[in-house]
């Protein structure tokens, strides 16, 4: 190292931030030798240094205030028991909302005109009576998944862009949870007490099991994926009902295709459910419905179409096709931890379209 | 098994207190701000699960801070961190000299810092969050963003320009670096 730096080029050198955090070994002795080398630049290095610290120390303590509250708020959830209502130490869905809300936006890089002076939310301990009976919501935002533990024990993961209504009586009177979006539910068993999931037009009679429901209201269709025990599918509307098997998936037509009512032939939606087996993936055999709780996208021959929704919710961008042409090209696909630029650039090998990213708009043409 | 109060308190104000030393040390192997943060607060519910009376142990700060190492390890197992691993196992036996590094509260700084980040063009933000937030490199975040390597660059230059503006404002001595330099 032979020329002198300043601060900010200091502080764009990775083995600087390394050296500040005494990470690496190799960057700490060239940069205990860039001193070395210049003893005058001892104020420069001060300086950047306290830039490096100054800016993690901000990001750590929004953390911790929010981990803090996190925390707290799994915990009450997590051992509230039945004999106690839910509700009493209850966190007010408002505020998960917020702290919901709170993450999303800082995910989003959007928190700037937060103040971090330790203004914590605290949850509304004393809400008065009219509030007492309220659900609990949790909910996900672009690219988020979180794990909400239920006070029976069961384990709800929720994928991005989903919400999660737990019954005030939960525990007590019933177990039934409302979903819009995906989760994977891990299920304690209770005998006399059914787990129940309730969507849109569809609810799910549980027995002890793991399942994953995809339920997004833009979704053309509803799928439920059963990994071990047992499923009860009953629709609302008519009561028909139909057990599901494990290793099998039911897929339920809940949308017209966009567009479809013009065509001909177009048919209303049948809510009349297929039933396929599980895809696994062939490196691991785990099933391909849940790889979305690693992170991973796994596409089996799925349209350009279809993916597209996955995408978005994951990326947190908006995909916009230019032509119709491209909707209709069929992939099969993993992913894990690539970008979306890298993603559709890996695409690209098995067709050749365009793409162009402008911020979260993605412009996809021939 | 259900924690009781006074040891539930006693858990949130033990994460509070130790929060920026077990970051500390989390990214001195390697790992994110942001990755750091889940683990933390999986070690809490783990030790809350396990009903570990935290009162009784005498020096919480040293129990908790091996219970975090394994769970580093733990974790960079899972993630097939190979090269934290081994950092992460050879450190593990290492005494608490390698500690000497911790983040202190100034204040004063943080409140510029804090004020000129917040006033940050958004692309400027963006790279400072994720350099140092995500703990991205520049390659990966000219990946992420779709952007040439030149303009990731620039934009974290001009970031820490006017950071380092805002922060130098009538800080002339910043006494309290001094206080951890070597």
């Known amino acids: ?366 | 098994m259900i924690p009781n109060n006074e040891e539930l308190e006693k858990f949130y104000e033990l994460h509070g207190k130790y929060y920026h030393h077990f970051v500390a040390i989390g990214l001195k192997y390697g790992w994110s701000i942001e990755d750091l943060k889940d683990i933390i607060s999986q070690m809490f519910l783990d030790l809350i699960e396990k009903n570990i009376q935290i009162a009784t142990i005498a020096h919480p700060k040293a129990f908790l801070t091996t219970v975090f190492r394994r769970k580093l390890i733990d974790n960079a197992r899972k993630n097939n961190k190979e090269s934290g691993l081994r950092q992460q196992i050879s450190y593990l036996s290492a005494t608490e000299e390698y500690e000497n590094y911790r983040f202190e509260e100034d204040s004063e700084l943080q409140k510029k810092i804090q004020t000129a980040y917040a006033k940050l063009p958004p692309r400027c933000r963006k790279v400072i969050f994720l350099t140092f937030y995500r703990g991205l490199s520049t390659e990966e975040i000219r990946r992420q963003l779709g952007l040439s390597s030149r303009t990731v660059y620039n934009n974290l230059f001009e970031a820490l320009k006017l950071l380092r503006t805002s922060i130098s404002k009538r800080d002339v001595v910043p006494a309290f670096l001094l206080l951890y330099y070597f």
């Open chain 1, 1 to 366: 190292m032979q020329e002198r730096l300043t601060p900010e080029q200091m502080v764009t050198d990775e083995s600087f931030i390394n050296f500040c955090f005494g990470k690496n070994k190799e960057d700490i002795n060239r940069w205990t030798s860039y001193l070395a080398q210049f003893p005058d630049e001892k104020e420069a290095i001060e300086e950047a240094r306290k830039m490096v610290l100054g800016i993690s120390y901000m990001f750590i303590e929004q953390d911790r205030i929010h981990a803090l509250d996190e925390l707290k708020s799994t915990v009450r959830l997590k051992y509230t028991q039945n004999e106690v209502p839910l509700t009493r130490s209850r966190i007010s869905g408002k505020s998960i909302i917020k702290y919901a809300l709170a993450a999303m936006l800082a995910g989003a890089i959007l928190f700037a005109g937060m103040r971090f002076s330790g203004e914590q939310q605290t949850p509304a301990q004393g809400a008065d009576a009219a509030h007492l009976h309220e659900s609990l919501l949790f909910e996900t935002g672009f690219g988020e998944t979180k794990t909400v533990w239920l006070p029976d024990s069961s384990k709800v993961i929720l994928n991005a862009k989903s919400l999660l209504t737990v019954d005030k009586d939960f525990g007590s009177g019933n177990r039934k949870v409302h979903l819009t979006g995906e989760a994977l539910f891990d299920v304690s068993p209770m005998k006399d007490l059914p787990f129940l999931v309730t969507l849109k037009q569809f609810n799910i009679k549980v027995w002890g099991t793991v399942f994953n429901v995809k339920a997004y209201e833009e979704d053309e269709v509803l799928e439920a994926a059963l990994l071990t025990g047992r499923i009860e599918i009953i629709n609302n509307t008519n009561n028909n009902r139909f057990f599901l098997d494990p290793n099998k998936k039911a897929i339920i037509p809940m949308k017209k295709k966009a567009g479809a009512d013009t065509a001909p032939h177009y048919k209303e939606p049948s809510f009349i459910p297929y039933i396929a087996p599980l895809l696994l993936n062939s490196k691991d055999h785990s099933a391909t419905d849940t790889s979305w709780i690693q992170g991973k996208l796994d596409i089996f021959d799925k349209t350009f179409e279809e993916i597209k929704t996955e995408l978005e919710r994951m990326h947190g961008v908006q995909i916009v096709f230019k032509d119709e042409a491209v909707k209709q090209y069929r992939f099969s696909a993993a992913f894990e931890k690539e970008s979306i630029a890298q993603i559709l650039k890996a695409l690209q090998l098995s067709y050749p379209f365009t793409f162009s990213i402008d911020q979260k708009l993605i412009t996809i043409s021939k």
